[in-house]
């Protein structure tokens, strides 16, 4: 994104905040405090890009991925690199698929709904404003009618469907489960901006994925960021944060990172830490900071995220068009389910070199993998997000491997309980019935989960959560965090757009404690 | 299958009757094109590469003499990045032209050398020339890196010179000069297994040996499983524990492999003993392994024309990317072929 001529302040400045990370959670929080006329910076650890930059090359593209090693355990070890989060300024958001439902009021409510899990400190009525603005922001595509909630509009009309959703069309229809065009976070046609410029309507490419050369899709470097620095705030690329220093008081006076080699030193009255599910967590344990509770990478939570795909007489070409563009929340509560909770089914379009490594990882090889491969320009896929309940078992740890700056490198470890895998088979079995209605043959499952939630637990009680209602630190008043980390349920809905609602919320709760 | 062009550049101070004897002396083995650029230099090369461009060869050589070798050298090598809207030359012939202290460019294109300095060899010994341009077609004619027509879609103004640049350097094979993670027997090993784990269809690329130089750059992708030491070490380990527990693996019939490969997935080959990976260990080596080999060669442009893919294509440098403008099955844009055979699409 355009820098040039942004507000810059010196390090010996004592700034309003510091704000870590530049993705979901972090733009919208940056964009709000400069907003309010606040002084902030946005120390991100990846580069800066001009969206033409981009590539769809999908080998070439894992610039945008975080690549710092991490270690995997537990009987469903979660993949990342290219799975999960990213780097660059705009964050995870530059790799995001852009799918964009709203959570489901149940979903924030488990425990009460459901009796397992944990409810939510704060209700859907608070985040719902938040949703909207958040949409009508970043203006979302989607349809005119919503199935699951008649009140809801989108500013946009939905993108084009690809082959893959007209064959789940297909299915759905045959089978009485109701399906619509996505929520998607891509404008359906030329729209402008502010602060940024023109927005290109979805050129109809797979490739959006990973990294929008058009900025027809909502990254944070399009969208949140350009409000942000047009607002007077400041945004560091390369800047990998490794400290925080403390003052007599415990509360933290300066945010310390390396760039370029040299340790630098941000001196600020507050911090916001929005590194996404793993980075928050790490920093916060390498540093043994505001982890009283004992809580800090605790209940890590990943979607259970099974694919099912079939091959087609016709060929589909899923790389064109937007890959998501078919939704269903049907199998938000199935009816006969023999699990708490839920899942979202979306279409599927993804790209060979993802698609054929997520085959071998499930087994699939020899002349199987590649009588399979032959027809890969016939396939069409579904997938699901699942509800993951938090567990004593999965969590984030260190191990004694260090990083580049000095930090030790993550350890997660991930296990389905009774529940994910009741669920997932659930899921497999719908997705089943859908590609046999619609006519695929040679179908074929790969399991796989998602999204890295859950490690720094907002909640009311100090004891079991690592930051209160607001995002606010427990044990240190000025440190905030908002990302997917603070999220106490999985919720199934993909969590970019629940992340940037909770981000204007936690901004606002601040500006109106201060 | 038509005669592939050739491409004849002469010296400076010379003209396009240097070449007479040379293209006498040819046969019909080739389309020859005999062309007089001006000058020499960047100037002249983008002259070269229009004419070149114009002619849409699917398979193209390319020949210069003195000034016109350098001249040659350029054009060859922006035509192995695609630029300029050329695909690769299947040759390239230097006559009294061998590169000078300017030509930094290292080139991938089979090349053959001819010249004295106390000479003026394609005046004197013309049918030599000649031989070395039969001899060098005889080599690389018909055994094209990618299908013309492919080729002629990366380099096309739907792609962008980023991604252009990735998809074609990994028709670069890794020299013998780049480091390696894994031992000669190590490497046969590992070719012997993946042979069985990704057996290629329209492609024969030496996946071991690239893989061998990614494990050596210390490139991660991100992660690795908790249970396993970091991936070179990994590797290594887990072909030291096929050639312990399954010696002879690489002399079975390839159904004995594929039992073999199988037994090894599913966590019962492998040892406690030192250096060694434990079966589970194996298991889950092995899922990196399958993932690591796919990835490679699919992300080879040959693999994704084998694939039909074309989700690359989705637009070039311009201010407008030209995108996709159809999305349904049985729909194509009028630029698609059937990239596996190079056919124009029918309904």
């Known amino acids: 994104m355009n820098l040039t001529g942004m507000r810059r302040y010196a390090e010996s400045d004592e700034v309003d905040a510091v704000v870590i990370g530049t993705g979901a959670g972090g733009a919208p929080i940056l964009a709000r405090l400069a907003q309010a006329g606040l002084s902030v910076v946005a120390l991100e650890a990846g580069r800066n890009w001009e969206p033409a930059e981009h590539t769809p090359d999908e080998v070439d593209a894992s610039s945008i991925y975080w690549l710092g090693e991490r270690l995997s355990g537990g009987t469903e070890p979660e993949a990342f690199g290219g799975n999960n989060s990213g780097t660059g300024v705009g964050g995870s958001t530059l790799h995001w698929g852009a799918f964009c439902p709203r959570p489901d009021p149940r979903d924030l409510r488990l425990a009460s709904g459901e009796g397992v899990g944990v409810d939510w400190p704060l209700t859907h009525a608070e985040l719902l404003p938040y949703l909207v603005e958040v949409e009508g922001f970043i203006q979302v595509s989607g349809p005119a009618d919503y199935p699951w909630d008649p009140t809801r509009r989108y500013p946009l009309p939905p993108v084009a469907r690809n082959a893959s959703a007209d064959a789940m069309a297909r299915g759905c229809e045959a089978l009485g489960i109701r399906c619509t065009d996505s929520p998607a976070a891509i404008v359906s046609r030329d729209v402008q901006q502010p602060h940024f410029g023109v927005r290109r309507g979805a050129i109809n490419s797979g490739a959006t994925h990973q990294g929008d050369r058009v900025a027809s899709k909502a990254s944070m470097d399009v969208t949140y960021l350009p409000l942000a620095v047009a607002h007077g705030a400041e945004i560091r690329p390369e800047a990998m944060v490794h400290g925080l220093e403390r003052d007599a008081s415990g509360r933290i006076a300066a945010v310390v990172y390396r760039r370029d080699g040299v340790d630098h030193r941000q001196r600020t009255k507050n911090v916001f830490l929005c590194g996404g599910g793993v980075e928050s967590a790490r920093l916060l344990l390498n540093l043994d900071l505001a982890n009283s509770s004992g809580q800090v990478g605790r209940n890590y939570m990943a979607h259970p995220a099974a694919q099912v795909w079939g091959r087609f007489d016709e060929p589909m070409r899923m790389w064109r068009g937007w890959p998501s563009s078919l939704i269903s929340e049907d199998t938000v509560r199935p009816p006969d389910a023999d699990f708490a909770g839920g899942y979202l089914m979306q279409s599927l379009g993804v790209l060979p070199v993802t698609l054929g490594s997520s085959m071998a990882r499930s087994g699939i090889r020899g002349e199987r993998l590649m009588d399979l491969l032959e027809s890969y320009d016939r396939f069409a896929g579904i997938g699901v997000n699942g509800e993951c309940l938090p567990s004593e078992a999965n969590g984030l740890t260190l191990v004694d491997e260090t990083d580049e700056v000095g930090l030790r490198r993550a350890r997660i470890d991930f296990s389905y309980g009774d529940n994910e895998r009741a669920l997932e088979a659930h899921s497999i079995a719908t997705m089943r019935r859908i590609w046999e209605a619609a006519g695929a043959k040679d179908v074929f499952v790969l399991k796989r989960s998602a999204h890295a939630e859950g490690t720094l637990r907002m909640g009311d009680d100090r004891e079991t959560a690592v930051v209160d209602r607001d995002g606010r630190s427990f044990d240190i008043d000025n440190l905030y965090v908002c990302d997917n980390s603070v999220f106490p349920s999985s919720l199934i809905a993909n969590p970019a757009l629940t992340i940037m609602a909770l981000a204007l919320r936690t901004a606002d709760r601040f500006l109106a404690s201060a | ?347």
Request: charged share 25%.
């Open chain 2, 1 to 347: 299958m038509p005669r592939p062009t050739l491409f004849l550049l002469h010296d400076r101070g010379g003209s396009a009757r240097s070449w007479d004897d040379v293209a006498a002396a040819l046969d019909d083995r080739f389309e020859v094109v005999v062309l007089e650029p001006a000058g020499a230099g960047d100037g002249a090369a983008a002259w070269v590469a229009a004419q070149v461009r114009e002619r849409e060869p699917d398979e193209w050589l390319i020949a210069g003499h003195g000034t016109g070798g350098g001249i040659a050298r350029i054009v060859t090598d922006w035509a192995e990045r695609g630029e300029q809207g050329l695909i690769p030359p299947a040759g390239l012939v230097l006559v009294d032209a061998s590169a000078g202290p300017d030509d930094a460019a290292v080139l991938r294109t089979p090349t053959a050398e001819l010249g004295d300095p106390a000479r003026d060899v394609l005046l004197e010994q013309p049918e030599e020339v000649a031989r070395l341009l039969l001899d060098l077609a005889s080599r690389v004619v018909g055994h094209p890196a990618l299908a013309p027509a492919f080729a002629r879609l990366i380099a096309s103004d739907r792609v962008a010179a980023r991604t252009r640049r990735a998809m074609l350097a990994r028709l670069d094979v890794p020299g013998d000069d780049v480091p390696r993670a894994l031992s000669p027997a190590q490497r046969a090993l590992l070719t012997a297994v993946l042979a069985r784990v990704v057996p290629q269809r329209g492609t024969d690329l030496d996946l071991a040996g690239r893989l061998d130089v990614e494990l050596a750059a210390g490139q991660g992708d991100g992660w690795r499983f908790a249970e396993l030491p970091p991936d070179a070490e990994a590797w290594r380990r887990g072909l030291d524990t096929i050639a312990a527990e399954l010696p002879g693996f690489a002399d079975l019939e390839a159904t004995e492999q594929d039992t073999a490969v199988d037994r090894i997935a599913e966590g019962r080959i492998g040892s406690d003993a030192d250096g060694l990976l434990t079966g589970a260990r194996m298991a889950l080596w092995f899922t990196d392994l399958q993932a690591a080999a796919v990835r490679m060669w699919l992300s080879h442009p040959a693999a994704q024309a084998w694939l039909r893919y074309d989700g690359f294509a989705d637009g070039g440098d311009g201010p407008q990317k030209q995108g996709f403008t159809t999305t349904h099955a049985g729909e194509w844009e009028t630029w698609q072929r059937d990239w596996r055979t190079g056919k124009e699409l029918q309904a």
